[in-house]
């Protein structure tokens, strides 16, 4: 029996569902300071948002789109090579 877990945005309420996907949420804590092994010296708030409100507020760039790669051209097969010259020697009759 697969277990199914649950995640919640704190900002916007947004929900997953789902036993494969992993944790789509990032901790975000508001502190006055750190010590010495980064751990927050006084707590304001934490809480977990999802990379879209983290892109709306500013904390987080946008991911960058994937480059559309150029496609290679398509090599014309030997007939069609052919047909192109014939058309062409009958258009120019």
Same mark, same amino acid.
Not at 2 to 19: A, G, H, P, Q
Not at 23 to 50: A, E, F, M, T
């Given at each position: ?12 309420? /947004?929900? !997953? ?6 944790? #789509?949420?990032? /901790? ?16 304001? !708030? ?17 991911? #960058?789109? #994937? ?7 398509? /090599? ?8 192109e010259?014939v ?7």
């Amino acid at each position: 029996m697969s277990e199914e877990t649950i995640w919640t945005c704190d900002r916007c309420k /947004r929900t !997953w569902r789902s036993s494969r996907v992993k944790n #789509p949420l990032q /901790r975000i804590v508001i502190s006055s300071g750190y010590n010495h092994n980064y751990s927050p010296v006084h707590k304001y !708030w934490q809480g977990d948002w999802c990379q879209e409100c983290l892109v709306e507020t500013g904390v987080r760039k946008p991911e #960058p789109l #994937p480059e559309a790669t150029p496609s290679e051209p398509t /090599r014309l097969s030997l007939e069609e090579i052919v047909r192109e010259i014939v058309q062409e020697e009958m258009d120019n009759r």
